[in-house]
T-cell receptor, first 110, second 116 residues
Framework: KNEVEQSPQNLTAQEGEFITINCSYSVGISALHWLQQHPGGGIVSLFMLSSGKKKHGRLIATINIQEKHSSLHITASHPRDSAVYIC????????????FGQGTILTVHP | KAGVTQTPRYLIKTRGQQVTLSCSPISGHRSVSWYQQTPGQGLQFLFEYFSETQRNKGNFPGRFSGRQFSNSRSEMNVSTLELGDSALYLCASCLRGGGSYTGELFFGEGSRLTVL
């Protein structure tokens, strides 16, 4: 069993739909990152969470440390949101030692 | 403010050769981490450096090594290249120390290595 499990692996949506990506992990963590990767490789960190909930624009991330679960929500999805979304817990006292989920490929159609 | 800079962006090597990749973090960032991305294994953690010291190392053979300089720039080296080392190598920096430890990671564009 992988230490980090994301679901779904592939997600197709129509513009405007509400999107949820889930992440479950079994490792002990100091924080959890949600990353976005567009075709071509560049990775952007969307959120770093150690508890509760964070919001940036149309993106919301939540984490439940006791249940070892995090979710990324996109409200009013847009074609430019099409990308791979990766959950990455950071272990121990490190913020850079990441264990990566396999990623969720999101495609938003106009 | 300049972002994280990785050089070279693309390179082609043959089996048995060695390669050195460079990462210049955002000014003021003292922590640099390295990652490997392949189609088969996905993203994997390689190393984490802070103040010229390796703080963590991933599960990679000894052919993979790295270092960090006093100006926080970091290099990683892969010796005796194998076909399976073909990958995108990414580095990320974060602000750490002096009461300004946010933990947020900023990624470079990566160095794409092809081993023939």
């Amino acid at each position: 069993k992988n230490e980090v499990e994301q679901s779904p692996q592939n997600l197709t949506a129509q513009e405007g739909e509400f999107i949820t990506i889930n992440c479950s992990y079994s490792v002990g963590i100091s924080a959890l990152h949600w990353l976005q990767q567009h075709p071509g490789g560049g990775i952007v960190s969307l959120f770093m969470l150690s508890s509760g909930k964070k919001k940036h624009g149309r993106l919301i991330a939540t984490i439940n440390i006791q249940e070892k679960h995090s979710s990324l929500h996109i409200t009013a999805s847009h074609p430019r949101d099409s990308a791979v979304y990766i959950c990455a817990p950071a272990g121990g006292t490190s913020y850079g030692k990441l264990t990566f989920g396999q990623g969720t490929i999101l495609t938003v159609h106009p | 403010k300049a972002g994280v800079t990785q050089t070279p962006r693309y390179l082609i090597k043959t089996r048995g050769q060695q390669v050195t990749l460079s990462c210049s973090p955002i000014s003021g960032h003292r922590s640099v981490s390295w990652y490997q991305q392949t189609p088969g294994q996905g993203l994997q953690f390689l190393f984490e450096y802070f103040s010229e010291t390796q703080r963590n190392k991933g599960n990679f053979p000894g052919r993979f090594s790295g270092r960090q300089f006093s100006n926080s720039r970091s290099e990683m080296n892969v010796s005796t290249l194998e076909l399976g080392d073909s990958a995108l190598y990414l580095c990320a920096s974060c602000l750490r120390g002096g009461g300004s430890y946010t933990g947020e990671l900023f990624f470079g564009e990566g160095s794409r290595l092809t081993v023939l």
